[in-house]
């Protein structure tokens, strides 16, 4: 009897002996065959430019700027979380680029950006100061009848003014080593070919196309909140965001893309501005300019605050808010509002249709939080062993934009039982991240949670 | 309250359409000769400074097409290209157009007549 007790242990640790190098092996077998792989088309040689070229300059690349793991922004509990040496702080550590490159102290506070939009002949005295808005669903908001509408104020991009154009821009005032901005000695530009390459991934981010209004919502509160969006006496929000996107849609006409001035830089107590900071005005398109800026697309904002250029307003509630202040009332765009009202009003919102229609917003934004995280966990289970590097990363945006659908709708205290899924969904594909022989079935709980949650806020078509 | 909403269409189709979209001037300034995406060789004209008008603002560039003669207005943007010299490019002036310069002229779209909306114009050391 002890003899066989003894065999049966000897056995296991043979079996055990034999299985560590195995294991070892295949994981070493694993890390070679995962390496990232030469870029095979377009889209993925243009992710690999947007996150890793320097342009041979200060260091920076796109994604200094626009964070993958930031929804393609930045904000200022991100930047807090970045170590001193990254790149975005190259003016606290170039001497070069110390003075008149950007205002650090407004960088790390509210997370603006310097631009010299006007023109880089006086740089102690003409500059903005912007935040860095999100690069997602880019094919559905860029384009107006006039041409392409890049950056905050429309005019983003130098030669042709399109998207496959703003690089350039960019990388001349973005990436300097110095204030000279020579090319070929302070940055190189990008060749025909990478700026192919940056506009097709650029493109490729996010959603492809607008939503159709109205959804069929669960929510009390977000469908009261979508009523008001539509309802063009009301809340009028669907005239300049048709379908929640950044097309302004006008007697039944969509023209695009379009520029208005809301008054956004009449806001009183602007953050930048109680810093005590210079933070000069920001005239937005065209130089001079003529007080307009872009319409951003609506469904990806509730987690890509602050909002409006200057990252004046830090909540989507505040956001909504905005358009039933005195700043909007009286800009060029409200008193447009008010005299085509029959009753001349501009807009006119009360505090619980104001939290309504930011409770819209919030659901919408989780949606396709979800829509993201479905495809890449869906996209995650398509992958083979050799794949696993490509895996691994397609399971932590899964879990970052599944985190965000959390975030979105703890903010604004809706569909706790959605937001208890997601929860699960999360930890799921975090085990699966880090699982070596079970990913594959906790990815499947995962997506199988993601889809729970879905049914509690919308439903199902 | 249909005419209302129907005068607002028409004001903002107006208004949009005013706004032109635009290439950015101000990183403009710092692009070489010949490389301004989308543009160069495209939009732009790029040749020699044939003659220069000054009196009345107008400039003729020439190349391997043939010849063109383009106006300068207030809005005309003209920079100096010492990106061969390795040195900043800067703004200029009616002055630094002189002939036999390698420039390169951006056309502002929507005119009549043919106005410059930049000169980029190639200066030596």
Redesign the interface.
Known sequence: MRWLNWSRWYRKVLILIVLCPLVWVLSAVSACVSMPSPPSDLVSKGRDIFFNETFKGNGRTCGTCHRAEANFSINPSFIATLPANDPLFVAEFNPDLKKNFENPKLMRQFGLILE??????DLENKFVMRGVPHVLAQRTSIN??????T?WS?????????L??FA??AV??HFTKTL??????DFR??T?DE?DALEAFQLSLGRQQDLTLPLPLKGIVPKRGQEIFLD?KLGKCN?CHANAGAT?N??G?N?GN??FNTGVENLPDQPADLSGERNPPDDG???PG?G?FNTPPLVESADTGPFFHNNAIETIEGAVGFYDGESFNNSPSGK??A????NGVSIELDGTQIVAVAAFLRVLNALENIRQSLELLESSAKKGFAERAEDRDLLKRAVSETQDSIKVLDGGGLHPEAVAHLQKAKELAEKAHSSFFRRSGLTQQAIDELRNARVQLIEAS | MLNCYLRLAIVVVALGSTLEAAGQQATEMFIPIGQSPGLSNKESVIGTLESVYPGKRMVTISNSSGSQTVGITDRTMIWLDRSEQKQPNQNGGINDLQKGRKIEIKVRKGEAKAVAEWIKVQVGP
Do not use: K, Y
């Open positions: 010299n939009l006007d023109g880089f002949g107006s009848n006039q041409g392409p509408r950056g429309g005019d983003g991009a130098p030669g042709d003014g399109s496959r154009s350039t821009g001349i005032q000279n901005r020579v090319a070929g000695v530009l990008p025909e700026l063009n005239l302004a006008f007697g006409r023209i379009a520029n398109f065209g130089r003529d307009t447009l509002l005299q085509a009202d029959p």
